[in-house]
């Protein structure tokens, strides 16, 4: 630093830099002179005894020094104007330099003095354009006195604009090499020096803490503007809204989105695109489309991308109608649909189990002249067929991919794979493993996890443990979907223990579990009706960001109902849509049954009615146990308009099911007006059914009944 002092000395910038005029650089440069100095080890500093010894020759050194620093620096400055003369015709940036100079040659000091010489002595542009040669070095680049002296400089110039653009490089900068938040300091620092902080600035500060995943660091820099006078704009909050989408912070994606648009900004399409693809990802679709409708009402035109962005996130909520509605609102506003709409189309079919038709919209796509079916398209076929379990099928298609000099993927082999398995075809399953190695596609963890899950399900555990050894020999790495195989083979068997084991070991093995790998745990201790550890286990997983999923309040709704606690079922069913969840007919089901239980049947009746308009098919059990309870209340009327909304396949079956199980109970009038109904729709009589109401019928003396029934089915009335 002494030596700082000297060259500035020698260029007649100490007067400046010290001046009246320039207070805050000299509070700073003392601020810098400080912190050198208290970095200095106890070597560094001289011994007082050899101090008066070496004054003679220390004297004449620095002479010597002073002089040669002068001449270097003064023959850099003299590089510098020959560089940047030829160059300067309208140029709004500074131009890139060609020096012969090599950079080694060069101590940090110089460089300071050159920069501060050639403000002073020429302007802010040629220092920037020196600035920016050297910092094209590592040895500058990282060297943040550098910085400072140069922005400084240039706002003792009055050059306020281009202050900012160093300071921002220094941000930059320094967050390559995991200094940022030095780097962000010091430019509140300098707030403190004098300089006024620029919006774009502290922008430049939030976007790429932001990318760096540190959104506690921005949300305090954004809370720092206002403190300091500074209002946030747009991009301000764009960089908060992309950030959080970024982590996947959906609820905070949504609360600063909300903000933003409550302050009359508006974002960019790429923007939406990214938001509404986070929403659709994480499950929250109906809010997805709030957003695509927020977009067109604030004048941003939805595009191609945007359009299939919200389709293919309705197709994987399984909301297929939906997407198909979407796509016809898309081709009304002039948009054709392109190879990906239609293969999120396809996909969503297959998922929804309606193959053929996605089939018939992919032979569409195969006769276009547009477009033609890629990769994905195929695999999302391929994966249809293999869920259906036709698996001649999916092999054929795979025969006609390569047929159109399309290269199958890992991910359409692990796909047919996990079908032969499922199908119990292990053999075809490890033919076709052997198959991707030799055509460059080795199996990969997500390969080798597909038939361990099935092994586990056939009850071959031992052989997924030998297979997944495999391919440790072979360098895989478990991963979050191995550890919650075995977790949930352990559960299957009542070992929550042994669960909690692998549990443990994934997160020693430095994988944060997912929502599927807490929701196993959840369900296990559930179904032991330990619902404190559920407890537990769920409000860690929120805590953590994680978004409980449908499965997930689904198994506490049943725990509880086994429980007997009916009231904190009906809680956690309203909590449902805080994270975005739809409860389906499993959900209702089971609150319906517990509700049942509790006799509570006008609650249980809303919610049946409930699922019923929304258009949810109720189970068996379900439709079965709420009649039953309406008849053990001798409220015949009721149990039988809950069934007549019922398809007439599910209202025969459960009808059937119903009398007999009334005639088990001896309730034989009731089981009798069923049975009417049960003729007068459907002339061919079950015959268990018959026999069961024969029976009770005499054993309950009831012989009056079962003549009248007798005598219709034998005259076919119906």
Sequence with gaps: MVVSL?????????????????????????????????SFTDSDEPCSSSAATTTTTTTTTTSDSQSESHSLVTAICSMVYKSYSPQTHFKSSPPNLNLDLNPDSLTHEHAISVVASLSDEAGSMVALSFFYWAIGFPKFRYFMRLYIFCAMSIFGNGNVERTHEVVQCMVRSFAEIGRFKEAADMVFEMQNQGLVLSTR??????????????????????????????????????????????????????????????????????????????FCEKGFVSRASWC?????KMGVKP??????????????RGSVKQAFEMLEEMVRRGWKPNVYTHTALIDGLCKKGWTERAFRLFLKLVRSDSYKPNVHTYTAMISGYC???????????????????????????????????????????????????EEGFAPNICTYNAVMDCLCKKGRVQEAYKLIKKGFRRGLQADRVTYTIFISEHCKRGDINGALAFFNKMVKAGLEPDIHSYTTLIAAFCRQKKMKESEKLFEVAVRLGLIPAKETYTSMICGYCRDGNIALAVKFFHRMSDHGCSPDSFTYGALISGLCKEEKLDEARKLYDTMMDKGLSPCEVTRLTLAHEYCQKDDYATAMVILDR????FWIRTVNTLVRKLCCEKKVGIAALFFHKLVDKDQNVDRVTLQAFMTACYESNKYALLSDLTERISKGIG
């Design 201 to 278: 600035t502290l922008n430049c500060v939030i976007g790429i803490a932001c990318e760096m995943g540190l959104m506690e660091y921005a949300e305090n820099v954004f809370d720092e503007m206002s403190v300091r006078g500074v209002c946030p704009d747009g991009l301000s909050f764009k960089c908060m809204v992309v950030g959080y989408c970024r982590n996947g912070a959906v609820l905070e994606v949504d609360r600063w989105l909300s903000k933003m648009i409550e302050r009359g900004f508006v974002l960019d399409n790429a923007s939406f695109t990214l938001i509404i693809s986070v």
């Design 292 to 296: 695509f409708d927020k977009m067109s």
């Design 387 to 437: 869920k259906e379990d036709k698996m001649s099928r999916a092999e054929m298609l795979l025969s006609r991919m390569k047929e159109q000099e399309l290269v199958p993927n890992t991910n359409t082999y692990t796909t047919l794979v996990y079908g032969h398995c499922k199908a119990g075809n292990f053999e075809r399953a490890y033919e076709l493993m052997d198959v991707m190695s």
């Design 6 to 38: 000297r060259i500035l000395r020698n260029h007649g910038l100490q007067h400046k830099l010290l001046s009246p005029s320039s207070t805050h650089i000299s509070q700073l440069y003392t601020l810098f002179s400080l912190r050198t100095l208290s």
């Design 303 to 316: 595009n191609l991308v945007n359009f299939t962005s919200l389709i293919h996130g309705l197709c994987k």
């Design 646 to 649: 019922l398809e007439k396949k």
